[in-house]
């Protein structure tokens, strides 16, 4: 078992920033890429970012040179520096761990961008 713990979500005015963390636990050794997907109001859940452990990353187009993924392989944890957000980033933020076996998911975050 893998359990996922995100936090750092909140309420931010369009053009500002937010960082994003989630500390893995549990049977860790098993997992290689780490990611976060986005679930906006009355959506589907896509994918934002991945990173595997040797810090391969992959971006949304429409987050690309605002959104930066980075991770601790010590800590078992991955980061999400959120900059320059627009209303349109707003949703629930999950983190994601797929292993052999199943998808991890972790609770969710909530994210809002005011205008």
């Known amino acids: 078992q893998v359990q996922l713990l995100e936090s750092g979500g909140g309420v931010v005015e369009s053009g500002g920033s937010l960082r994003l963390s989630c500390a893995a636990s549990?049977?860790?050794?098993?997992?290689?890429?780490m990611g976060w997907y986005r679930q906006a109001p009355g959506k589907e859940r896509d994918p934002v970012t991945t990173?595997?452990?040797?810090?391969?990353?992959m971006y949304a187009e429409s987050v690309k040179g605002r959104f930066t993924i980075s991770r601790d392989n010590a800590k078992n944890t991955i980061y999400l520096q959120m900059n320059n957000l627009k209303p349109a980033d707003t949703g629930i933020y999950y983190c994601?761990?797929?292993?052999?076996?199943?998808?991890?998911w972790g609770q969710g975050t909530q994210v809002t961008v005011t205008d």
């Open positions: 549990g049977s860790t050794s098993s997992i290689n890429t």
């Open positions: 990173i595997d452990r040797d810090g391969k990353t």
């Open positions: 994601n761990a797929p292993r052999w076996d199943r998808n991890y």
